[in-house]
């Protein structure tokens, strides 16, 4: 079992930028992809990015590509999302969840999640 640790959240300006990070304990990320999902109030749940740790593949949302990255450590135990270019579409509760079914992009396959991390973007 392992669990999940987001923080890096915060308030920026539209335009600006943040980074959130995925702590791993209990056990290392080595047979799993790591997901990114936000939530904004009144909306449900999103798939944002993922990245499957066998071969460093990402997917992402279109709606962030070209602005966020997720990322990976060397040491198993650690995601990144870089968010860039932020928008006020962007603000929600960000969470970092694990699967061993791949980098997919449907939260049902996810069976560990964070607690979430919030992120507002004022215009």
């Known amino acids: 079992q392992v669990q999940l640790v987001e923080s890096g959240g915060g308030l920026v300006q539209a335009g600006g930028s943040l980074r959130l990070s995925c702590a791993a304990s209990?056990?290392?990320?080595?047979?799993?992809?790591v997901g990114w999902f936000r939530q904004a109030p009144g909306k449900e749940r999103e798939f944002v990015a993922a990245?499957?740790?066998?071969?460093?593949?990402?997917y992402y949302v279109d709606s962030v590509k070209g602005r966020f990255t997720i990322s990976r450590d060397n040491a198993e135990t650690t995601v990144w999302l870089q968010m860039n270019s932020l928008k006020p579409e962007d603000a929600a509760v960000y969470y970092c969840?694990?699967?061993?079914?791949?980098?997919?992009?449907?939260?049902?396959?996810?069976?560990?999640w964070g607690q979430g991390t919030q992120v507002t973007v004022s215009s």
């Open positions: 969840a694990a699967t061993q079914a791949g980098a997919v992009p449907r939260l049902s396959a996810y069976d560990y």
């Open positions: 209990g056990r290392t990320f080595s047979r799993d992809a």
């Open positions: 990245i499957t740790w066998s071969n460093g593949r990402t």
